[in-house]
């Protein structure tokens, strides 16, 4: 079975010690004068921080076929498809700050044509990519004064991708906007939901009262984590003694694809309010500014009725062999930073799951990268999808549809629902592959459509 990112990088060994952590911390500050949220959260795991920040610089700040100003609006377009004001906030300023027209920050109606066009590859990119075919590609480079070239087109797509994907990490993360009494651009700073930054940033040990309070919560979970401990095990010897046919392999990923139909977010919560979901997710800013189409959202890939939408075969169009070399030729060094980001996510582990230790955790790891994969049709002939349904419960399913398709419905009860006995930095890094994943799929379609367009 051949592995997506081969580890020839060599395996992330536990190297966050509280030391290097704090002076990539520091450093950080001192460069940029600030420290966000995401960077907090995202420095428990310090090397895919730093390639992750790398990349973020590149595609913001670095030459590129994009001005500086459209660069942050795209930021702003991306963003506001899921609601999330953290990351509009941010981007305001930074437009304002590159020279940005403040006009703009009115709505879509007040920016030039040419940024209004991208509504649809927005809408589509965010929610369904899987609809994106060349004729939008085509739409876009052949509109007389108001067309994209093909590098600054990549250069929007691989920003629209990654803002909907970092979309994904701060609500699952619980990121609240950084605490600021001004109110700025017309924006409120609110926080939508409990969780406490301090808490993930200092890696506390998950400590919820509804789920330890008692000692049945915590043997309960205990017992959790050793079931899926067995069951790794299991799952390893069963590998090693037969491989499943082909035709076996097909009929798992289509029944784990019907199966992620009946995964809805909120359906294992529904004992609870369901003001969990609406009530925290009040929109101070009006974000419905800078979209269109706001009621578009995610719709299975295996919707009954849209059966004729063909499952895209990753090895008919992979990042490595395709999706890379394409990116790198319109917009050059970005398609290394990235690959470089989606190998160290992959690839990432302190070989520990929760407080055992020298585990590997290669299955889990793919599991989760894949089942993302899954629910945007995306399908990897070499890979048993039996193993997702051995591997990933319920309410961590429920957990990453919500976080991967719906972000801005996550709750705190969520989060903490799944794997009890983890820590908040094993947790994050969950959050990371859901990210990466994401954006890989976004960008598989995208690059697709745009491919097959020169051809």
Same mark, same amino acid.
């Given at each position: ?11 992330? !060994? ?6 290097? $952590?704090?002076?990539?911390?520091? #450093? ?5 004068? $600030? ?5 907090? !959260? ?17 595609? &913001? ?54 940024? @209004? ?26 509109? /007389? ?13 691989? &920003? ?5 994907? &970092?979309?994904?990490?701060?609500? /699952? ?33 998950? =400590? ?29 010897? #069963? ?14 990923? =289509? ?16 004992? *609870?309010?369901?003001?969990?979901? #609406?009530?925290?997710?009040? !929109? ?16 299975? *890939?295996?919707? $009954? ?6 499952? *895209? ?12 070399? &394409? ?12 690959? =470089? ?34 629910? *945007? ?14 591997? %990933? ?14 972000? #801005? $419905?996550?709750? @705190? ?19 990371? %592959? ?22």
């Amino acid at each position: 079975m051949t592995e997506r990112f081969p580890q020839e990088k060599a395996t992330v !060994v536990q190297a966050n010690t509280v030391d290097e $952590r704090t002076n990539f911390l520091v #450093e950080e500050y001192s460069t940029s004068g $600030r420290l966000d949220n995401i960077t907090q !959260v995202m420095s428990l795991h310090t090397q895919y921080l730093e390639s992750f920040l790398r990349s973020q610089f590149y595609m &913001l700040r670095m030459d590129g076929p994009l001005p500086l100003p459209h660069r942050h609006y795209i930021a702003i377009m991306a963003a506001a498809r899921h609601q999330c004001s953290y990351l509009i906030n941010m981007h305001v300023d930074e437009f304002l700050k590159t020279g940005g027209i403040a006009e703009w920050l009115n709505g879509l109606e007040y920016v030039p044509q040419r940024l @209004k066009n991208l509504n649809e590859i927005n809408k589509l990119l965010a929610h369904r990519p899987w609809l994106i075919t060349k004729e939008h590609i085509q739409k876009l480079v052949k509109t /007389g004064e108001n067309n994209w070239s093909l590098p600054e087109l990549v250069h929007a797509v691989v &920003l629209l991708a990654h803002y909907h994907a &970092l979309a994904s990490f701060v609500f /699952g993360s619980g990121i609240n906007p950084e605490r600021d009494p001004e109110i700025s651009n017309g924006f409120r700073l609110i926080s939508v939901n409990n969780f406490c930054v301090c808490d993930l940033a200092n890696d506390n040990n998950i =400590e919820n009262a509804s789920l330890t309070g008692g000692n049945f919560g915590i043997v309960d979970s205990l017992s959790e984590l050793e079931a899926l401990m067995e069951r790794m095990k299991r799952l390893q010897e #069963e590998r090693e003694d037969e491989e499943a046919s082909q035709e076996e392999m097909t009929t798992r990923f =289509e029944k784990e694809k019907k199966e992620s139909l009946y995964v809805v977010p909120g359906d294992t919560f529904h004992s *609870f309010p369901h003001s969990d979901f #609406e009530d925290d997710m009040i !929109v101070t800013s009006d974000v419905s500014r800078y979209i269109e189409d706001p009621g578009f959202g995610y719709e299975d *890939f295996a919707r $009954r009725g849209e059966e004729h939408l063909p499952t *895209f075969r990753a090895q008919d169009y992979t990042w490595e062999n395709h999706g890379f070399s &394409l990116v790198n030729r319109l917009y050059s060094d970005i398609g290394h930073l990235l690959d =470089e980001k989606f190998r160290m996510v992959y690839n990432l582990t302190y070989n520990t799951m929760a407080t055992h230790e020298a585990v590997d955790t290669t299955m889990l790891r793919r599991a989760l990268f894949n089942y993302v994969h899954c629910m *945007f049709g995306i399908r990897y002939d070499d890979y048993d999808y039996g193993e997702v349904n051995q591997l %990933l419960e319920r309410s961590l399913k429920v957990y990453i549809k919500t976080v991967t398709c719906y972000p #801005e $419905r996550t709750t @705190k009860r969520m989060y903490d629902s799944y794997w009890r006995q983890f820590k908040h930095s094993e947790k994050v890094h969950v959050n990371l %592959l859901l990210m990466e994943a994401r954006m890989q799929a976004e960008l598989l379609y995208a690059l697709r459509a745009i491919t097959r367009h020169l051809t």
